[in-house]
T-cell receptor, first 114, second 111 residues
Framework: RKEVEQDPGPFNVPEGATVAFNCTYS??????FFWYRQDCRKEPKLLMS???SGNEDGRFTAQLNRASQYISLLIRDSKLSDSATYLC???????????????FGQGTILTVHP | SQTIHQWPATLVQPVGSPLSLECTVE??????LYWYRQAAGRGLQLLFY??????ISSEVPQNLSASRPQDRQFILSSKKLLLSDSGFYLC??????????FGPGTRLTVL
C-alpha cells in the first residue's frame, strides 16, 4: 500500500462547479497534513494546512479524519485559475529519522473549463 | 520574509558529465533543507535532507550526493550523470516540523 494515495483524476469540471478530492494515508503516526497545488512545470506551493477540526480558506475546505486516515479537499465555485495538480501531503511522524520529512501523494489533476 | 533560490533554472547535460545544482535560502537561519526529484509524470521523491552545516542524510541509494557548506546553502552534485538522473529538482526548506516551502526548481535533461 502506498503511504499516501490519491485519485489521479483527471477531474474535468465547468466553472462554478464544486469538486472534492480524497486522500488516504497509511502511517497512523502522522501528525501534520497539507494540501499543495502544483501548476504545470512549476514548484509545489502550499495551499493549506489541514487541522483536526477541519478548516476553511475562502472557497477551499479541508477535512481530516484520523480514525479513517482520510483527508479531503473541497473546492467550491471553481475558477479557471484553479486548474492544477493538487498534492496531498503527510508528515512521516514525530521524532527520530522521520523528523521534518513529508510524503507526497502522486497528485490529482484538475481542469476547470469555461 | 524568507525566499529560496535555485539555479540554474534549466540544464541540459551529456551522460557522464558532472553536475552541481545550488540552493540558497534568505531571511532565516538554521533551516532544515531538502532536495527532491520529480521525474516526468511522477510524484516527488525525497533525495537528501540536512538539519545543519555538514549534516546530510540520504533517503535513497543513487548516483547523487549533497553538501551543506553554509547554513543557508545546499548543493546537489554528481560526478557522472546517468540518463535516469533527468528530472525536475526541487529544493525546499522548513523552519520547523511543519510545511515545506519550495524553490523554483531546476529542470535537468541528460542526453
Amino acid at each position: 500500500r502506498k503511504e499516501v494515495e490519491q485519485d489521479p483524476g483527471p477531474f474535468n469540471v465547468p466553472e462554478g462547479a464544486t469538486v472534492a478530492f480524497n486522500c488516504t494515508y497509511s502511517n497512523s503516526a502522522s501528525q501534520s497534513f497539507f494540501w499543495y497545488r502544483q501548476d504545470c512545470r512549476k514548484e509545489p506551493k502550499l495551499l493549506m494546512s489541514v487541522y483536526s477540526s477541519g478548516n476553511e480558506d475562502g472557497r477551499f475546505t479541508a477535512q481530516l479524519n484520523r480514525a479513517s486516515q482520510y483527508i479531503s479537499l473541497l473546492i467550491r465555485d471553481s475558477k479557471l485559475s484553479d486548474s492544477a495538480t493538487y498534492l496531498c501531503v503527510v508528515n512521516r511522524g514525530p521524532g527520530g529519522t522521520s523528523y521534518g520529512k513529508l510524503t507526497f501523494g502522486q497528485g490529482t489533476i484538475l481542469t476547470v473549463h469555461p | 520574509s524568507q525566499t529560496i533560490h535555485q539555479w540554474p533554472a534549466t540544464l541540459v547535460q551529456p551522460v557522464g558529465s558532472p553536475l552541481s545544482l545550488e540552493c540558497t535560502v534568505e531571511g532565516t537561519s538554521n533551516p532544515n533543507l531538502y532536495w527532491y526529484r520529480q521525474a516526468a509524470g511522477r510524484g516527488l521523491q525525497l533525495l537528501f535532507y540536512s538539519v545543519g552545516i555538514g549534516q546530510i542524510s540520504s533517503e535513497v541509494p543513487q548516483n547523487l550526493s549533497a553538501s551543506r557548506p553554509q547554513d543557508r546553502q545546499f548543493i546537489l552534485s554528481s560526478k557522472k550523470l546517468l540518463l535516469s538522473d533527468s528530472g525536475f529538482y526541487l529544493c525546499a526548506w522548513t523552519p520547523a516540523r511543519g510545511e515545506q516551502f519550495f524553490g523554483p526548481g531546476t529542470r535537468l535533461t541528460v542526453l
